[in-house]
């Protein structure tokens, strides 16, 4: 669904702006995506209740690993 709050539209301007305005982010992203697990196919087995726990445990590892950056 489209945007429709101007605070929210002007929002997304500025943090395509910041990528803008810094060229070697999508390098730099790939190169830490790299590194990272499929998780919309482990998210996916978790809602599917077919998840193991290493993969729940994965999800879990990461989601720390992003809230502490």
Do not use: W, Y
Request: net charge negative.
């Amino acid at each position: 669904m489209p945007l429709r709050n101007v605070s929210d539209i002007n929002a997304r301007l500025d943090a395509v702006q910041d990528i803008m305005d810094h060229p070697t982010f999508e390098a730099d992203f790939a190169d830490v995506a790299k590194g990272l697990p499929d998780l919309e196919r482990i998210v996916s087995r978790i809602h599917a209740k077919s998840c193991k726990v290493k993969d729940f445990l994965t999800v879990l590892t990461v989601g720390r690993m992003s809230s502490e950056h």
